[in-house]
C-alpha cells in the first residue's frame, strides 16, 4: 500500500508534467486501458453520467485517446494549443477514498491558472483517480474531473485541468 506522501507526489508530479509540457511523461502516468472522463453539466445543473449518450467535455476510454490527443498538441494539430498555452496546476484537499492492496481512490480538489493570449485564465475543480497499485509503478486507472467552471472563452484541453 502507498503511504499518503507517497500518493500526494503521485498526483503532484502529474500536475507538474502537465505544467512543464513533459507530454510523454504525463502519458506514462496512466495505464493502458484508462477511462479519462469530464462530464458536462446539463440544462438543470447536473453532470451527465453516461459518456456513451450524453455530453461530454472531454471523454477517452482508453490511453490511446490521450497518445492521439498529445500527439496533435505536440504537432501543432490542436487548434486549443496554438499558441501555448502555460499553465500552473495548484492541488488541495487530497482525501483517500478507498484503498486496498492492489488499487487507491483518491480525491482532489485543484485550480489551474492559464496564460494564453496575454490573458489569465482560471479553471477549478475537483478529480476522482483509480490508481492501480498492482504493478511495478501505479498507474492512473480511471480519472474523473469536475470542473466547476465551464462558462469558458477559450478551448479547453487535458492540460487544462
Given at each position: 500500500?502507498?503511504?499518503?506522501?507517497?500518493?500526494?507526489?503521485?498526483?503532484?508530479?502529474?500536475?507538474?508534467?502537465?505544467?512543464?509540457?513533459?507530454?510523454?511523461?504525463?502519458?506514462?502516468?496512466?495505464?493502458?486501458?484508462?477511462?479519462?472522463?469530464?462530464?458536462?453539466?446539463?440544462?438543470?445543473?447536473?453532470?451527465?453520467?453516461?459518456?456513451?449518450?450524453?455530453?461530454?467535455?472531454?471523454?477517452?476510454?482508453?490511453?490511446?485517446?490521450?497518445e492521439?490527443?498529445?500527439?496533435?498538441?505536440?504537432?501543432?494539430?490542436?487548434?486549443?494549443?496554438?499558441?501555448?498555452?502555460?499553465?500552473?496546476?495548484?492541488?488541495?484537499?487530497?482525501?483517500?477514498?478507498?484503498?486496498?492492496?492492489?488499487?487507491?481512490?483518491v480525491?482532489?480538489?485543484?485550480?489551474?491558472?492559464?496564460y494564453?493570449?496575454?490573458?489569465?485564465?482560471?479553471y477549478?475543480?475537483?478529480?476522482?483517480?483509480?490508481?492501480?497499485?498492482?504493478?511495478?509503478?501505479?498507474?492512473?486507472?480511471?480519472?474523473?474531473?469536475?470542473?466547476?467552471?465551464?462558462?469558458?472563452?477559450?478551448?479547453?484541453?487535458?492540460?487544462?485541468?
Amino acid at each position: 500500500m502507498l503511504s499518503y506522501e507517497a500518493i500526494q507526489s503521485f498526483v503532484f508530479q502529474e500536475a507538474r508534467a502537465l505544467d512543464e509540457r513533459r507530454w510523454a511523461d504525463w502519458l506514462e502516468f496512466y495505464a493502458e486501458d484508462v477511462e479519462f472522463w469530464m462530464p458536462a453539466w446539463d440544462e438543470d445543473d447536473t453532470l451527465t453520467n453516461n459518456p456513451q449518450n450524453e455530453v461530454s467535455l472531454i471523454y477517452y476510454a482508453s490511453r490511446s485517446g490521450l497518445e492521439d490527443r498529445i500527439f496533435r498538441i505536440e504537432t501543432e494539430r490542436a487548434a486549443s494549443a496554438i499558441p501555448d498555452t502555460r499553465t500552473g496546476h495548484a492541488l488541495s484537499n487530497i482525501e483517500v477514498l478507498k484503498q486496498d492492496e492492489n488499487s487507491i481512490e483518491v480525491r482532489f480538489n485543484w485550480t489551474t491558472h492559464a496564460y494564453r493570449y496575454n490573458i489569465v485564465d482560471t479553471y477549478f475543480g475537483y478529480s476522482i483517480y483509480t490508481i492501480n497499485t498492482s504493478g511495478e509503478t501505479p498507474l492512473i486507472q480511471r480519472k474523473y474531473v469536475v470542473l466547476k467552471n465551464d462558462r469558458i472563452h477559450h478551448w479547453l484541453d487535458v492540460y487544462h485541468i
